[in-house]
């Protein structure tokens, strides 16, 4: 049967796979990787055999019509990121989006996704919430702050660690030293950290303790 499944994939911690997300990979005729190599040591673990195809930000837009033969023409694949759920922050919007115009059924399933842990531990009002992936490098950065800095919910961020030092301190100045804000790392991993505080003193943290891995920031939304 011709269809997208969308699995996502441990972010760190191999057991938070799912059963069905076990089962789903080992059935489909396909599978499209953002990461083959990464991915590879993922199946392997699991043993998982299936045809495993590149696909990543960077040739998403010349593959998409490719896959959407293949899967017109009867044949299952899965989406995996390197780790989460793809098109959050991965690559995948676009290949559902051409899934949907064509007619070809999308199975998304449940599983992890490094935000919802954050925020759930951030301490943080959960009720609602604004995710915003990575900011900008350069271009449009300022406007976005500016922006959110009137928001009232809370507000949940993804960030390399060496670019956390620089974004707390654009949140020193766009929101207020003052301001709570939560930073995970290495989310279900073996040296987990969630640093707690105002924007001032977990950038001062951050300065003085340069952070690794993997980086979700949820910041307290204006009063």
Do not use: W
């Amino acid at each position: 049967m011709n269809k997208l499944y969308i699995v996502p994939t441990p972010i760190g911690n191999l057991e938070d796979i799912t059963l069905r997300a076990i089962k789903v990979l080992k059935e489909v005729d396909l599978i499209l990787a953002e990461d083959t190599r990464t991915s590879g040591k993922l199946l392997k673990h699991f043993e998982i055999s299936t045809q495993m195809q590149s696909h990543h930000m960077h040739n998403e837009h010349k593959t998409v019509d490719a896959i959407i033969q293949k899967l017109k023409s009867g044949i299952s694949i899965a989406l995996i990121s390197d780790a989460g759920t793809p098109a959050i922050s991965d690559p995948g919007f676009l290949l559902i989006r051409a899934c949907v115009e064509h007619n070809i059924e999308v199975d998304c399933l449940p599983g992890a996704t490094a935000f919802v842990p954050a925020l759930v531990n951030s301490g943080l009002p959960n009720d609602k919430f604004v995710f915003e992936g990575f900011l900008p490098v350069k271009k449009g950065r300022q406007t976005i702050l500016k922006l959110l800095s009137e928001e009232t919910r809370t507000i949940i961020f993804y960030e390399s660690p060496h670019k956390l030092v620089k974004t707390l301190t654009n949140f020193c100045e766009y929101f207020g030293e003052n301001r709570q804000v939560s930073v995970s790392r290495e989310l279900t991993k073996l040296y987990e950290e969630t640093i707690r505080g105002t924007v001032k003193e977990v950038l001062e943290h951050y300065t003085n303790k340069p952070p690794k891995g993997e980086i979700v920031i949820v910041v307290a939304g204006r009063k």
